[in-house]
């Protein structure tokens, strides 16, 4: 059985940095997506940033050259450094994992079927 488990939010002021993590465990697909969402109370949630197991990433307009998704394959651990922080990436983080063949490029929060159970990250101007 597939486990993610986020770590790592907090609160900071608006140009900050924080490190998120997620272990992750019960993987056993070579080929695989991983991605980061957010949430913000009554709005819907919204990709981040999306890491295959190819290497390849993608990342949502909103935080390009902020924001920056990574994994260490020896640790299962996927990593989101969030720098350069502003109130509006104040939310409640998600990680999350889709077995089987799939691209950064094109996944979508459809495509996942494993999720975490959110860290808060709240930054302050």
């Known amino acids: 059985q597939v486990q993610l488990v986020e770590s790592g939010g907090g609160s900071v002021q608006a140009g900050g940095s924080l490190r998120l993590s997620c272990a992750a465990s019960?993987?056993?697909?070579?080929?695989?997506?991983l991605g980061w969402f957010r949430q913000v109370s009554g709005k819907e949630r919204e990709g981040v940033a999306h890491?295959?197991?190819?290497?390849?990433?993608s990342y949502a307009d909103s935080v390009k050259g902020r924001l920056t998704i990574s994994e260490d394959h020896a640790k299962h651990t996927l990593y989101l450094q969030m720098n350069s922080l502003k109130p509006e990436d104040t939310a409640m983080y998600y990680c999350?994992?889709?077995?089987?063949?799939?691209?950064?490029?094109?996944?979508?929060?459809?495509?996942?079927?494993?999720w975490g159970q959110g860290t808060q990250v709240t930054v302050s101007s």
């Open positions: 999350a994992l889709r077995e089987g063949y799939c691209y950064a490029s094109g996944v979508g929060i459809n495509d996942y079927n494993n």
């Open positions: 019960g993987t056993t697909d070579r080929n695989y997506c």
């Open positions: 890491i295959d197991s190819d290497g390849s990433t």
